[in-house]
């Protein structure tokens, strides 16, 4: 079974872009402190704020966009070498 490359790089990059998003919104509204320093380090001009949630989610769908791709791409010649 082969994997389409495009579905799995869209799913990734919604997974990824809400998970970032939710996280974002709960931080900030529940907590405050700055714990996702690790993403203003690799998203530039992320932070933990309104507009930072809605940066992170389009930065989280293309990253999981292009880690799906890889995914689905990789699983598909793994998939093609299969045992007779």
Do not use: P, R
């Not at 932070?47 to 389009?58: E, I, K, N, T």
């Not at 769908?61 to 292009?66: C, E, L, P, Q, T």
């Amino acid at each position: 079974m082969k994997l389409k490359v495009v579905g799995a790089g869209v799913a990734g990059g919604v997974v990824w872009g809400l998970a970032i998003f939710v996280l974002t919104l709960l931080i900030h509204f529940l907590s405050s402190g700055q714990h996702l320093a690790l993403l203003t380090a690799i998203y530039w001009g992320y932070s933990v704020s309104l507009a930072g949630a809605f940066l992170g989610l389009v930065y989280g769908f293309i990253d999981g966009f292009i880690a799906g791709v890889i995914f689905a791409v990789v699983y598909n010649l793994l998939a093609g070498k299969e045992a007779a």
